[in-house]
């Protein structure tokens, strides 16, 4: 793997880096919970969980949430020393060295690409289907899957904040009709047993599939991580990355608690577990909001389903091209990558990158056959999500390294226990995934370890071309994760020109 390594050296010029300060709290909020798609969770997975953990369900979303708040505690407080767009690869270089952060970049970016392509192509399955349901007219899958792609590229390009208003948009609705479909069964009176709080025991928890439902709950939260990832674009980061982490993690938590609940409740909790493994399982979310809401809201869930999937595809584009830049930055990858659009300062080279990764993607999966939904998209979430859980789990451990020397005046139970805390857990999880890899991805032992060998390789790779680039390139070598929002040395291609500067700290 080569890749150029770019002169250390240029002349003070102002900066032309991403487009600083344009996001605030909020935006960063709509990114993180759109990614995480509520709704495609809520009525496209959650019956499985329930299928396989019946009662337990809702407490396993539960503390999911709790683990990953626990992670966020000390990922957030290294979010105030580092501000880089390809967060966990510049967390783990800071905490573990430089050749294990090199490796992770490859992980990373593996994994964000491969859950992007995967909810590519669900937004074309999806999308095949509804508009089908709607108009009778079948428009084949992949074609949705191309303009979808299109729609998301151009979003990319242009600037950050209108990413930001239309995941506002779409993440609005489909929360909306969730809650629509809660408040009819709470209005019935918590559904034809009445509501069953037993069903937040943590006696279910030692029932058989409960290790499988932690991978999908777990699952579900992935993509809340991407704050730090806008860190160089956010006002006033310091605050904001901290308060939208959390805010998305609590929310996140709660919500998807609540609607496991209320769809146990809908059906009873001692019957739920028997028609999420029925012919019906895949569908129960949307019969129960036919009956307790009204056909108008089972039909809206249908359309809003579309919507999400696209909202979560293009946040997780969002995350990509930021990889891609923050390492063609950074001499991880081809330079280019690390450029910016002169007017929009938005990563254009990354964004052209990521959406010719996601069509390839599309052109195999048409020319091969292969289902878009059962393939594609679980195939490649399954091997996605379990690089993101790994690049958690040595983030976690990468702030207890940058911090063991010199708490900077934070509290030891934030900077040592609680990431220590969060590794054990998400590598207790990270072997739950790997056992129960099959319960995602429908495949085979030997499809799955075909999913699960890229992370390793990658990460190998990563490793030696660090050590390469020390060898060579010294000076290009101490650049690798110490490129912060505050010294970002860039090549405008509205100009061709390299600058570099010093951005003031935002305090």
């Known amino acids: 793997m080569t890749a150029s390594i770019p002169s250390p050296s240029a002349p003070a010029e102002a900066p032309q880096g991403l487009s600083g300060g344009a996001i605030g709290t909020g935006d960063l909020v709509f990114f993180v919970v759109a990614a995480a798609a509520p709704l495609t969770v809520m009525a496209g997975v959650a019956p499985l969980a329930i299928g396989m953990a019946g009662k337990a369900a809702p407490l396993g979303y539960l503390l999911s949430g709790v683990l990953l708040v626990v992670f966020a505690a000390g990922f957030t407080a290294m979010s105030r020393f580092v501000r880089n767009a390809g967060a966990f690869y510049a967390y783990i270089g800071r905490g573990l060295g430089r050749p294990t952060g090199a490796g992770s970049a490859y992980v990373a970016l593996y994994a964000y690409n491969a859950i992007e392509v995967g909810l590519l192509a669900a937004f074309g399955w999806f999308t095949e289907s509804g508009f089908e349901d709607l108009t009778g007219v079948r428009v084949a899958w992949w074609i949705w899957a191309i303009a979808g792609l299109v729609a998301i590229g151009v979003l990319g390009y242009l600037r950050v904040t209108l990413s930001a208003k239309v995941l506002g948009v779409a993440l609005v609705l489909e929360i909306l009709v969730l809650l629509v479909l809660e408040a009819g069964i709470l209005a ?30 777990v699952g579900a939260f992935i993509g809340f991580e991407a704050t730090a990832i806008y860190a160089e674009e956010v006002r006033d980061p310091e605050r904001s990355v901290p308060r939208a982490t959390y805010l998305a993690v609590a929310f996140l938590a709660l919500f998807y608690t609540f609607t496991v609940w209320m769809i146990i ?230 100009t061709g020109t390299t600058s570099a500067g010093t951005r003031a700290r935002r305090q």
């Open 265 to 494: 409740n809908a059906y009873g909790s001692d019957r739920a577990q028997a028609v999420a493994n029925g012919d019906g399982g895949a569908d129960m979310v949307f019969a129960a909001t036919e009956r307790f809401a009204g056909a108008w809201a089972a039909d809206s869930m249908h359309v809003l389903i579309i919507t999400s999937a696209f909202a979560a595809t293009l946040a997780f584009h969002n995350g990509s091209a930021r990889y891609f830049y923050a390492l063609g930055r950074e001499s991880l990858l081809p330079a280019r990558l690390g450029t910016v659009a002169a007017r929009t300062r938005a990563p254009a080279a990354a964004v052209v990158a990521q959406s010719a990764v996601a069509l390839a993607v599309v052109v195999v999966t048409v020319l091969s056959g292969a289902d878009p939904y059962t393939v594609t998209f679980l195939w490649s979430s399954g091997s996605g999500i379990l690089g993101v859980m790994l690049m958690q789990a040595l983030a976690a451990l990468a702030v207890y390294g940058f911090f063991r020397g010199d708490r900077r005046g934070l509290p030891a139970w934030r900077v040592a226990a609680a990431p220590l805390l969060a590794c054990a857990g998400l590598a207790v999880m990270i072997v739950l995934v790997c056992a129960n890899l099959d319960l995602l991805t429908g495949a085979s032992n030997t499809v799955n370890a075909a999913l699960i060998a890229p992370l390793p390789v990658l990460f190998a790779a990563g490793v030696v071309l660090a050590l390469r680039i020390r060898r060579r390139t010294p000076a290009a070598y101490e650049r690798l994760t110490t490129v912060d929002a505050e010294r970002i040395p860039v090549q405008d291609i509205g």
């Open 188 to 217: 019935d009176g918590g559904g034809p047993r009445g509501l069953d709080f037993g069903t937040l025991s943590p006696a279910g928890l030692g029932e058989s599939g409960v290790g499988g439902m932690f991978v999908l709950a």
